[in-house]
């Protein structure tokens, strides 16, 4: 039980310590805003530099110059738009047997006509200790034979892109533009918290190849971000600002300062920033044409929430092609209209995928009852019982 009382006694400084943070980012601000429109003129010069530089922070790649903005373009009509979402209930050390469950939604558009819509989730019960490997594929001999959350998060991961594929070559119609939408980011860059190189880069190895599977099928692939935290073009600003050679006082460094707080600033409503490349080494695995380029949209204010800047993240191959680029800008935008600032097409996915915490209890009952009927004893810990058992 959460104690109020003494709770509030610690926000006491709460609302002082965050307008003295607001302060310093606003300084910040003003010269990032500074330092962009002085490297408008040497922008070229300033992509050489990145490209060269070790400063020890992700530094954006240009592709022209870091203040572009952009217009959007009308969304096409017919148009198809999937999407994809996964949610799971992890192995519990505190149930035995041993098992785990992916539940993978798919959802496709055909907006401006009669067409019926593709809405469905299917769940994926692994339990066999044969299963469990099958899932894996060529992964056994780098697993136990039991699967770990962090490997059911990078299989459901796979999962989703997967049926994203699948979705959008079921939904496509020849000559209607069509956009496959995920969420989140596709870099992968939470495989690095397994703490296991090899199974780290097998893992990423697949998700690339599942990638290569998109420009091999020519079918736009974009996510979005909702509140980004990256802060990759900031720190090419300090770059320019040559804090990685002449650190400055931490006051004056604009170290901190996320991207979006400056795309604030710079984008009208509906714009997009200049395309920028990411420099994470996780993508050394990724082939060239699909290594991820990126840009930021201001997605205007709606009737109940305010503005937000979002970030797009597209293919190399994607970002190569001008038309492309606008038709993943306009739908992006106006998927973001539809859901009230957040793309309709990822709530309904997400709606459809999550597993919730009565339906999560419901599947251990489901477990226990097949157990009980097989004669066999059911293997839940006391402390497992207690969390799914209603307390008085």
Excluded at 137 to 155: I, P, Y
Excluded at 188 to 209: D, G, H, P, S, V
Aim: hydrophobic share 40%; proline share 7%; with cysteine.
């Amino acid at each position: 039980m959460l104690d109020l009382r003494r709770l509030q006694e610690q926000f006491a400084d709460f609302g002082a310590y965050q307008v003295r943070e607001e302060q310093r980012m606003r300084s910040r601000l003003e010269d990032a805003l500074a330092a962009l429109k002085d490297c408008h003129p040497v922008w070229e010069d300033l992509r050489e530099r990145a490209r060269t530089a070790r400063p020890g922070w992700l530094v954006a790649g240009l592709r022209e110059p870091p203040g572009a903005a952009h217009p959007a373009s009308p969304r096409p009509t017919p148009v198809t738009v999937v999407a994809a979402d996964g949610s799971q209930i992890f192995p519990d050390r505190h149930v035995q047997p041993t098992c785990y469950l992916l539940n993978i939604s798919r959802i496709a558009f055909q907006y401006g006509t009669l067409e019926r819509p593709i809405m469905e989730a299917v769940p994926d019960f692994r339990y066999h200790r044969e299963e469990v490997q099958e899932a894996m594929d060529d992964l056994e001999d780098l697993l136990d034979q039991q699967a770990t959350s962090e490997v059911v998060s990078a299989l459901r991961d796979e999962r989703e892109l997967e049926a994203l594929l699948d979705t959008a070559q079921r939904a496509r119609v020849p000559g209607r533009p069509l956009v496959a939408l995920a969420d989140g980011t596709l870099i992968r860059w939470m495989l690095r918290r397994m703490q296991n190189r090899t199974l780290e880069e097998k893992l990423i190895e697949r998700y690339a190849a599942l990638l290569e599977r998109f420009r091999a099928e020519c079918i736009p692939l974009c996510s979005y971000i909702s509140m980004p935290g990256n802060t990759e073009v900031v720190n090419l600003l300090r770059l320019f600002r040559e804090e990685d050679v002449r650190p400055p006082d931490p006051e004056a460094s604009l170290e901190g300062l996320p991207d979006r707080r400056l795309f604030e600033q710079v984008l009208r409503p509906g714009e997009r920033s200049a395309v920028f490349e990411s420099a994470s080494h996780i993508q050394r695995d990724y082939a060239p044409g699909s290594r991820i380029c990126y840009f930021y949209v201001h997605v205007p204010a709606t009737r109940t929430g305010a503005a937000e800047i979002g970030r797009v993240e597209v293919p190399h191959w994607l970002a190569e092609d001008p038309a492309l680029l606008d038709l993943v800008h306009a739908v992006v935008l106006s998927e973001c209209e539809k859901g009230d600032g957040y793309p309709m097409i990822l709530s309904e996915a997400h709606e459809r995928a999550v597993v919730r915490a009565r339906e999560k209890a419901l599947f251990y009952e489901l477990i226990e009852r097949q157990m009980n009927a097989a004669g066999l004893p059911f293997g839940g810990s006391r402390k497992a019982a207690s969390k799914r058992r209603p307390m008085l």
